[in-house]
Each structure stands twice: as structure tokens, then as C-alpha cells.
């Protein structure tokens, strides 16, 4: 005869704070055994655990999710991993690359670059690739598909930076195969032989000036490149997601295609919800984006703000692209191009500080739910990209991935406190209010009050799946 084990192990159990999913704030307490979510409710009803973390007078929400971010570049996967840990992220989704210069096929990187992943991260990590204008590299697809990478990414513009403006015939082809693969095509959408035309004339004319680069891709080129992503999905049958939306204009096209039930997804960045081109003047070549900072007396940073309050905007990510910054520092003679002709880089530091952005600008100074972040920031990114549910929210059976943030205190943004390697912030000097108290990874505590707790290695490559639609609606 055998015996019932009437008091089921608990290792771990969260209890005290108020726990943030991505539709409403609950009193409960979560049970943890393993790497897994075992329960979510009220604590008497458990068994005992052998661990209690007390987070009486905070939050506990998913773990946060990063799905825009460059690592293979000035800051390596090692670095961002650390970066992200300290800023309160659980999970990053960096694009991938391949060798241009050799045979190495898409495949071959996507192995190299688990490996490169796997033996220096703290965190979990999903993985994009980036597919440059190189065709022969699309007859990889399929396989790197197999090894889990779902999510592929393409440039309609950047014509001075040699392999990455693709046109709409090689997107339509490389749509087409994502799709039959279950996967979803990210677009940087903006028009790039316009925008080439305008840089070049105002070169011509000797308007090089950093506050003379916005004018050269204006809104319209944004909206006009997505009308042909969103038409392109259509044709193809391949979900489709606009990368760092940045206007109005952008934002009412994807509207329009929402009231038709397309597959149409975006996501927006702090620095277009938070900045505008007067930051041009002050931080000059440092502050070039792609798409740019938008007029400081424009529509585009309200209307940003009402398309994540309506839903029409799903994600808010960071488009963490650092470079050294003499590279970008010559940029103050030609933002253009240096005098090699080379295109002066795109892209600024931001892992470290949306996390603290967010809940201050949208949750504290907006009023927005803080059940809105957990749904931008983690439930919709797991969606999208092949997570869920896995990732992105407090169920059973999902991984235990938490944030413990406490709302008390101020602080300043500098970047003498960030990992980066690009040695500034755009938001250097900028109010935050609360912080990250403790994260925990698959069950394990990774960062507890300002200290690391597990050891570069720890973070998984997580295979992904297809994407599911994000959660929309209005969250007031």
C-alpha cells in the first residue's frame, strides 16, 4: 500500500505584494517550485515553502521583456545581459547577424550566436536575425526556423549603408517564406530612396548641421513605407511588425488596417514617447535615430501615448543600439557621412533605463494602470514573438519569471551608473521614480537589491514558436 504525499513541495513562495498581471492587479501570493509557476493564491491555502520572499508594499509583475535590442556590436550579448539584469528585465530578444563578408549561411549564425549567448548571459534570450539585402541568405529560412528562430527583420531604407536597404520585391519573397514557416516579419518602415534623395540634397546645399537631420526623413516617408509593409503582409499572408513607430501619421495607417483585421503590429520606444529633435541641438550626433527625434511642438508624442492607451501600439521596446562615440562624434561636422562617406551611425544606449521610464511616465505622471506595463512589456512581447506562455505572465505552468518593483523613492538617470559601453544617455538627469527590488529567473533569484545573484551562463537561449496577437483595447 502506498502513501499520498498530502503536503506537496513548495520551494519558493512570493507573498505580500500585489501581484500585476496584464489585465488587473490581485492580492495573492505565488508559488514557485523548480523553474515553474505552481500556484497563484491566497498564501493560507498553500503549503509551506522552504523559501518566502516578503514583497509586502510592492508590486509583482511578469518579467519584463526587452524584444528590440542590438548586442553585436559596442555592447556584446555578455554585457547587455548584465545591463538588462540590473535594469529589472527577465528576457531579451536581440537581433542576430551573419557575416556578409563570407559563406557563412543563416543557420551557421544562428548557431554561432546561441553559443555566444549561452556562454556569457544572465538572462533568458529569445533571438531575431536581421536579414540583410543578400538573397542567396534566404534559402535558410526554413532551417534556421527549425532551430527556433521565428521573427525576421528587413530595412525599406538606409541606401548609404551597403547590405541593409532592401527592396519590396526581395521583402515580398523573404515574407513569403516566413510565413509558410509559422513566423512574423518585423519592417524598419521608412522610405529609403526618398530619404536618400533629401540627404543628399541638403548635403548638396551644405545643411549637415545635426539639427538639419530630421527634415531629411520626415513623417510622411515613415507612413508611406508602412502603407507598403502593411500592403505587402496582405499580399504575402505574413504577420507583419513595424519596429519603432515614431507618428501620427504611421499610427493612423496602422489603425486603418486594424479595422480590417490585418496582422498588423507595432511597437514605440521611450525616446519617441519622451524626446523630441531639440535634442538634436544639445546632444547633437549622439541623438541620431532612425526614424528621428519628431518636432517638439508636433502631434507624434501624444498621439504615441493614445495609441498604447487604445491598444493600437502593442509593445514598448528599447532600440538599444550603442557605438563608440567617436565614430558618431564626427557627426557634428556632417551628420551625414564621415569623410570616408561612410553614413554616421543610427541608434542610442536604452536597455537600462526603460524599465524606470515606463513606470514613471506611464504608470506614475500618466496614470496609467500598471497592469498596462506587464501587457507592453511582457504578455504582448511573449505573444508576438513566439513566448508565450512561457514567458510574459504569472500562470501556472509558465516560467517563473518575476519583477519585484518597489514604487517608493526618486532617482536620476546618469549614465556613470549604466554597463553600456557607449558611456551616455539620452536621458541623462531625468527623475525616475521607484526601482527594481528583485528579479527572479526560472525560479532563481537574479538580482536582489542592487546585487547579481547568479553568474554569467545562467541565461538560456529559448527557442520560439509562432506568434500569437498581442492583447488590444483601450486600458481605460
Same mark, same amino acid.
Given at each position: 500500500m502506498s502513501t499520498a504525499?498530502?503536503?506537496?513541495?513548495?520551494?519558493?513562495?512570493?507573498?505580500?505584494?500585489?501581484?500585476?498581471?496584464?489585465?488587473?492587479?490581485?492580492?495573492?501570493?505565488?508559488?514557485?517550485?523548480?523553474?515553474?509557476?505552481?500556484?497563484? @493564491?491566497?498564501?493560507?491555502? =498553500?503549503?509551506?515553502?522552504?523559501?518566502?520572499?516578503?514583497?509586502?508594499?510592492?508590486?509583482?509583475?511578469?518579467?519584463?521583456?526587452?524584444?528590440?535590442?542590438?548586442?553585436?556590436?559596442?555592447?556584446?550579448?555578455?554585457?547587455?545581459?548584465?545591463?538588462?539584469? =540590473?535594469?529589472?528585465?527577465?528576457?531579451?530578444?536581440?537581433?542576430?547577424?551573419?557575416?556578409?563578408?563570407?559563406?557563412?549561411?543563416?543557420?551557421?549564425?544562428?548557431?554561432?550566436?546561441?553559443?555566444?549567448?549561452?556562454?556569457?548571459?544572465?538572462?533568458?534570450?529569445?533571438?531575431?536575425?536581421?536579414?540583410?539585402?543578400?538573397?542567396?541568405? =534566404?534559402?535558410?529560412?526554413?532551417?534556421?526556423?527549425?532551430?527556433?528562430?521565428?521573427?525576421?527583420?528587413?530595412?525599406?531604407t538606409y541606401k548609404k549603408r551597403p547590405g541593409r536597404m532592401c527592396a519590396d520585391d526581395y521583402i515580398c519573397q523573404a515574407m513569403e517564406l516566413v510565413s509558410a514557416g509559422g513566423g512574423v516579419m518585423q519592417l524598419h518602415c521608412e522610405s529609403g530612396n526618398i530619404i536618400e534623395?533629401?540627404?543628399?540634397?541638403?548635403?548638396?546645399?551644405?545643411?549637415?548641421?545635426?539639427?538639419?537631420?530630421? @527634415?531629411?526623413?520626415?513623417?510622411?516617408?515613415?507612413e508611406e513605407a508602412i502603407n507598403r509593409a502593411i500592403n505587402m503582409g496582405v499580399a504575402t499572408g505574413c504577420p507583419t511588425y513595424v519596429v519603432h513607430l515614431s507618428t501620427q501619421l504611421g499610427l493612423e495607417r496602422i489603425k486603418q488596417a486594424h479595422a480590417k483585421g490585418q496582422r498588423i503590429w507595432t511597437e514605440t520606444c521611450p525616446q519617441y514617447l519622451l524626446l523630441s529633435d531639440s535634442e538634436m541641438a544639445r546632444y547633437g550626433p549622439l541623438a541620431k535615430i532612425g526614424p528621428p527625434l519628431r518636432p517638439e511642438d508636433g502631434p507624434d508624442r501624444d498621439a504615441l501615448w493614445r495609441g498604447l492607451e487604445q491598444g493600437h501600439t502593442s509593445i514598448i521596446a528599447s532600440d538599444h543600439s550603442p557605438h563608440p562615440q567617436e565614430s558618431k562624434q564626427v557627426g557634428w561636422d556632417n551628420i551625414f557621412v564621415d569623410p570616408q562617406g561612410n553614413s554616421v551611425p543610427f541608434g542610442s544606449p536604452g536597455v537600462e533605463t526603460i524599465v524606470s521610464l515606463m513606470y514613471s511616465e506611464g504608470v506614475v505622471k500618466r496614470q496609467l494602470p500598471?497592469?498596462?506595463?506587464?501587457?507592453?512589456?511582457?504578455?504582448?512581447?511573449?505573444?508576438?514573438?513566439?513566448?508565450?506562455?512561457?514567458?510574459?505572465?504569472?500562470?501556472?505552468?509558465?516560467?517563473?519569471?518575476?519583477?519585484?518593483?518597489?514604487?517608493?523613492?526618486?532617482?536620476?538617470?546618469?549614465?556613470?551608473?549604466?554597463? @553600456?559601453?557607449?558611456?551616455? @544617455? =539620452?536621458?541623462?538627469?531625468?527623475?525616475?521614480?521607484?526601482?527594481?527590488?528583485?528579479?527572479?529567473?526560472r525560479g532563481q533569484v537574479l538580482f536582489n537589491q542592487g546585487n547579481l545573484e547568479q553568474k554569467p551562463g545562467y541565461g538560456q537561449f529559448i527557442e520560439c514558436e509562432g506568434p500569437r496577437a498581442p492583447l488590444g483595447g483601450p486600458v481605460r
Open positions: 504525499n498530502t503536503n506537496p513541495k513548495i520551494d519558493t513562495i512570493v507573498r505580500g505584494g500585489k501581484v500585476v498581471t496584464s489585465t488587473q492587479v490581485i492580492d495573492a501570493a505565488v508559488a514557485i517550485t523548480g523553474e515553474k509557476i505552481v500556484a497563484l @493564491s491566497p498564501e493560507e491555502l =498553500l503549503p509551506p515553502a522552504e523559501n518566502y520572499i516578503d514583497a509586502e508594499g510592492k508590486f509583482v509583475l511578469p518579467g519584463l521583456i526587452d524584444c528590440h535590442v542590438h548586442l553585436d556590436g559596442h555592447d556584446d550579448y555578455a554585457l547587455g545581459a548584465r545591463a538588462a539584469a =540590473l535594469s529589472g528585465l527577465t528576457t531579451l530578444i536581440p537581433f542576430g547577424n551573419y557575416d556578409l563578408d563570407g559563406d557563412e549561411t543563416l543557420p551557421l549564425a544562428v548557431h554561432r550566436t546561441r553559443e555566444q549567448i549561452t556562454q556569457g548571459a544572465l538572462v533568458d534570450f529569445g533571438l531575431h536575425y536581421i536579414l540583410q539585402n543578400r538573397p542567396s541568405i =534566404l534559402a535558410g529560412i526554413p532551417e534556421a526556423m527549425d532551430l527556433g528562430v521565428k521573427s525576421f527583420k528587413m530595412f525599406m534623395y533629401l540627404e543628399n540634397k541638403l548635403i548638396a546645399e551644405g545643411h549637415i548641421h545635426p539639427t538639419d537631420f530630421p @527634415s531629411a526623413c520626415p513623417d510622411w516617408a515613415e500598471i497592469w498596462w506595463l506587464a501587457r507592453v512589456m511582457a504578455e504582448n512581447p511573449a505573444r508576438i514573438f513566439g513566448l508565450y506562455p512561457r514567458k510574459g505572465v504569472i500562470q501556472v505552468g509558465s516560467d517563473a519569471d518575476l519583477l519585484i518593483w518597489d514604487p517608493q523613492g526618486d532617482r536620476v538617470v546618469t549614465a556613470r551608473d549604466h554597463q @553600456s559601453n557607449a558611456g551616455y @544617455s =539620452l536621458f541623462e538627469g531625468w527623475q525616475v521614480s521607484g526601482r527594481p527590488w528583485m528579479t527572479l529567473l
